[in-house]
Each structure stands twice: as C-alpha cells, then as structure tokens.
C-alpha cells in the first residue's frame, strides 16, 4: 500500500541534543512538507519541498533543517537552537503544482525533550 | 501576517448537523480545504474549494465565498464517529497550506 511513514513514533531526547526524524513516502509525490502541532495551535509550517534538492521556510523553520536527496525522502533535523522542541511532528506530501492536490500525513513522531 | 479564525469546540448530538466556520486573511489565496483529525491520528482530507460555492461528498459539504473570504464545513447525520478535531486550510502559494487552530467537535449520544 502506498503511504508515508515517519520514524519513530515516539521519541524522547537530552535538551542540547540533535535529533533527526524519518520521513518516507511510496507515493510518488513531488512535494514534501513537514508540519509541527502543539495543543490548541493547529499544524504550522515547518519547511517544504516542491522538488528534490529544493526546499523552502515555512512560518516556523528556525531550529530545524532538512534535507531532499531524493524524492521518497525528507528528513528534519530539530536542532539544539530550537527552544521548544517538545511537539507531534507531522510529515505531509502531494502532486506538486496542483491546487487541489491533498496532503497525505503521515502517522506523525511525538518528541519529548527534556 | 495570515490567520485563519475557527471555533475552538462545537457540540452535538447524533443525528444533528453541525456548521464549522472559517474565515481567513491570507497574502495569497488557492483553495480553502477541510481535514479531519481523530485524537493523536493524521490529518485525513475531507474537502476542497477552488471557487465560490458548495461541494458535497456524502455527508460532509464545503462551502466557500471568496468576496467575503469565509468558508464553511457541513457535517449532516452526525455520527459519534464523528468526534475530531476539523482544520480548514488555505493553499497560499506554491502547495503549501496554512492551517487554522482546529474546531474540536463533540458529538453525544
């Protein structure tokens, strides 16, 4: 079954410490987005990418980076820089360029840093 | 900046409809779109609005006006199924979305 998976679902790390989160898709899709949900604030714009190789900020993007290597992947490094790195980490993709297109989530990493 | 005003919690019983408002400021404007989010669960896509007027899909409609830059989902028949958190979205440029806070419903029996 085609789908987007995010590695792991659980996550728990030491406040200074780089952590990377997993994010795969078999959908073909060209654009990837990552999005951060806190309670009571809805999903907000971490950073995304239209093609490989290729990203852009979103509303949210300092303290995290990524990277797009190759289509199926899209990795977000939360870095020690970010301040409240405590959140569900959701990972999204689409048809690029299509108003329309819908974002397919993944089933999300709640990281817990402490 | 861009904002996207929703209720915070609606309340219902089954069998009744339910109407989730959105309105919007945004730089940019593409589409208005509904998703559905059970608690700790992925957002799932209900609907789209690229122009003015009303979508159906089963028991779910979306409504949009962009004169008045508002939109609207409709939950008919509800279910207790039904219980989620529902997010209007606007495509401001390129693909991405800009998402509002959530409406958290409550469906009762």
């Known amino acids: 079954d085609g789908g987007i998976t995010q590695s792991p679902k659980y996550l728990f790390r030491k406040e200074g410490q780089n952590v990377t989160l997993s994010c795969e898709q078999n959908?073909?899709?060209?654009?990837m987005y990552w999005y951060r949900q806190d309670p009571g604030q809805g999903l907000r714009l971490i950073y995304y990418s239209q093609i490989v190789n290729d990203f852009q900020k979103g509303d949210i993007a300092e303290g995290y980076s990524v990277s797009r290597e190759k289509k199926e992947s899209f990795p977000l490094t939360v870095t020690s820089a970010q301040k409240n790195p405590t959140a569900f980490y959701l990972c999204?993709?689409?048809?690029?360029?299509?108003?329309?297109?819908?974002?397919?989530f993944g089933n999300g990493t709640r990281l817990t840093v402490t | 900046g861009q904002s996207l005003e929703q209720p915070s919690e609606v309340t219902a019983v089954e069998g009744a409809i339910v109407q989730i408002n959105c309105t919007y400021q945004?730089?940019?404007?593409?589409?208005l779109s509904w998703y559905q989010q059970h608690d700790g669960g992925a957002p799932t896509f209900l609907s789209y609005?690229?122009?003015?007027g009303l979508e159906e899909t089963g028991r779910f409609s979306s409504f949009l006006s962009r004169s008045d830059s508002y939109g609207y989902l409709l939950l008919q028949e509800l279910q207790m199924k039904d219980s989620a958190s529902y997010f209007c979205a606007v495509r401001v440029t390129g693909t991405a979305l800009i998402f509002g806070k959530g409406t958290t419903l409550s469906v009762s029996s």
């Open positions: 999204a993709s689409s048809i690029a360029g299509t108003g329309k297109s819908p974002l397919h």
């Open positions: 945004t730089s940019g404007f593409y589409g």
């Open positions: 609005n690229g122009l003015d």
């Open positions: 959908l073909n899709h060209d654009a």
